[in-house]
């Protein structure tokens, strides 16, 4: 095995745990996503912005951005661990969200 296959399992084996969908980043999912965000209630949360609504505000956008993150597939492996590791964690922020609750 090469350094380059290790490096690409490696990328491969962080894309798919941070793919909790298993929703491949590809056009037509990306812009499903960025259609499907309600940005009238983004924009009406960020009117309001406060130390308690950040989560929300997190959440309505997040599954179009993930996806585009997701998709940033060409930039270098310690770069990439590290947007796979950011993303992973806001999915944990955004996944203890529960509309109409406070966090």
């Keep these: ?11 491969s084996s962080i894309l ?7 929703e491949q980043p590809t056009f037509e999912n990306i812009n499903r996503h960025v259609e499907a965000a309600d940005l009238t209630a ?3 949360l960020a009117a309001i912005a406060t130390p308690d609504n950040w989560l929300q505000r997190l959440a309505i956008p997040w599954p179009a951005v ?7 597939g060409l930039i270098p492996g ?14 944990e922020a955004t996944a ?4 109409g609750k406070d966090v």
Excluded at 16 to 22: A, G, I, M, R, V
Aim: glycine share 2%; charged share 20%.
């Design 96 to 99: 203890s969200f529960k509309a």
């Design 66 to 72: 993930r996806l585009i993150l997701l998709g940033l």
């Design 42 to 44: 983004f924009h009406a």
């Design 16 to 22: 798919t745990k941070t793919n909790k969908t298993n």
């Design 78 to 91: 310690k770069w990439s661990t590290l947007l796979h590791a950011f993303i992973s964690t806001v999915d």
């Design 1 to 11: 095995m090469t350094a380059a296959q290790s490096a690409a399992e490696r990328k």
